[in-house]
């Protein structure tokens, strides 16, 4: 079995970017927004757990589920994400387990944006490996790739522990507060530790 690191960070931070950086040196990685997606596709489990928590007006057009009108009320009321996320998150969890027990690489990083707010794959990961930047930075990077207005990107970082927490509870920590670039050498030297770590458990 793979020796596993969770890769978080708030909104913004740079998380996808990094396990890029990770996967170019051979890591295996899974996104658990991509396991989200692919659950609640059409004819999945999710699919029909979700309509059953709200009803078919959670639902676009051509029958897929209508992600936007899920994340604005989930926001904006921790009832309904509560509702949503009890109808997910078992879904979830199996499914990223199940594809953690199929890798065959050394380690492999899992990327979740609430690892340490929801903590249902906590117990999934050996170390979580943080990305960090300032607050203010996260905002207008968020502002730049989705329009969003900046309160409404505070609202998002609400939910969120704060910059402060997530440090704290943190194994290791990426900084990306500078230019791209300045990645590769981080992601290089952790890859290099988890590599050792991992031999080390195999013995």
């Not at 990685?29 to 659950?39: I, K, N, P, R, Y």
């Not at 992600?67 to 997910?88: H, S, Y």
């Not at 194994?171 to 670039?181: C, L, Q, R, V, Y």
Request: proline share 4%; net charge negative.
């Amino acid at each position: 079995m793979s020796y596993v690191v969770g890769l978080t960070g708030g909104i913004g931070s740079g998380k996808s970017e990094v396990a890029k950086a990770f996967a170019r040196l051979g890591a295996d990685v899974l996104e658990a927004d991509a396991v989200t997606h692919a659950v609640s596709a059409p004819g999945e489990a999710g699919h029909a757990a979700v309509i059953e928590a709200f009803g078919t007006q959670c639902l676009q057009p051509n029958g897929a589920i209508d992600r936007g009108w899920l994340r604005e009320r989930a926001f904006a009321d921790p009832v309904f994400r509560d509702r949503l996320e009890r109808a997910l998150h078992p879904l979830i969890i199996a499914r990223v387990r199940e594809t953690i027990d199929a890798w065959r690489g050394l380690y492999g990083i899992l990327v979740v944006p609430l690892l340490l707010e929801r903590g249902g794959l906590l117990s999934s990961v050996e170390r979580v490996l943080v990305v960090d930047c300032p607050e203010e930075l996260q905002i207008r990077r968020v502002v730049a790739r989705s329009g969003l207005l900046p309160s409404e990107v505070r609202a998002i970082m609400a939910t969120q522990l704060s910059r402060s927490e997530r440090l704290s509870r943190a194994d290791d920590i990426i900084d990306n507060s500078g230019m791209p670039a300045a990645i590769e050498p981080q992601v290089e030297e952790l890859d290099r530790r988890y590599r050792e770590f991992a031999a080390a458990t195999r013995t």
